[in-house]
């Protein structure tokens, strides 16, 4: 359910097309009506920051993050780190919609990165899935311009996928990848 809240989210937002809300759609016109009871200032503006006045129905990020949340508190099963993963997407999801970088946001998404990466570190399994989890981290991290975790995460992804990574403040040709 969180993930599809998520998906209908960006879908909305950023990738498209457009959704037209109906008695058939992903979310119906009562549903609608009901997300926009919620108070969207008071569970998504943090730190002084505001949200941006195009985000297209943001209630939707604010219930897939209260259900990620919950799930994400069960760090003995696997499961748990998926859920774990996706409120670190619904997180900076709601980062990207501020007007400004958040510290309580940052602060969210390095706790439940420190439980996950514990894990990763000790998995022995998909390097697919080692390398997507290490770039998406990375890309947090420039976000947040700390710039030496950055590497560290790339560092890790090209030791799962065989591949170098670098970060370059310049422009040049060949910076992001090199097999």
Not at 47 to 73: R, W
Not at 75 to 92: E, N, S, T
Not at 155 to 173: I, M, V, W
Request: glycine letters at 8%.
């Amino acid at each position: 359910m969180s993930t599809k809240l998520l998906r209908l989210f960006v879908q909305l937002n950023s990738t498209g097309p457009a959704v037209h809300f109906s008695e058939g759609s992903p979310i119906s016109v009562t549903t609608k009506a009901v997300f926009e009871e919620l108070d969207v200032k008071a569970k998504l503006e943090l730190d002084g920051f505001e949200i941006s006045s195009h985000v297209a129905l943001p209630q939707l990020l604010i219930v897939a993050e209260e259900f990620l949340k919950i799930h994400s508190g069960k760090p003995k099963v696997w499961i748990g780190h998926l859920h774990g993963w996706w409120y670190i997407r619904a997180l900076f999801l709601h980062q990207k919609i501020l007007d400004g970088r958040s510290l309580t946001i940052a602060g969210s998404i390095g706790t439940v990165v420190a439980a996950i990466q514990s894990q990763f570190d000790r998995f022995d399994g998909d390097n697919e899935l080692k390398t997507l989890w290490c770039a998406e981290i990375s890309d947090i991290h420039l976000y947040y311009y700390d710039i030496v975790s950055a590497k560290v995460a790339l560092a890790k992804a090209g030791e799962s996928s065989g591949a170098q990574f670098y970060t370059t403040g310049k422009e040049r040709l060949n910076n992001s990848c090199k097999m």
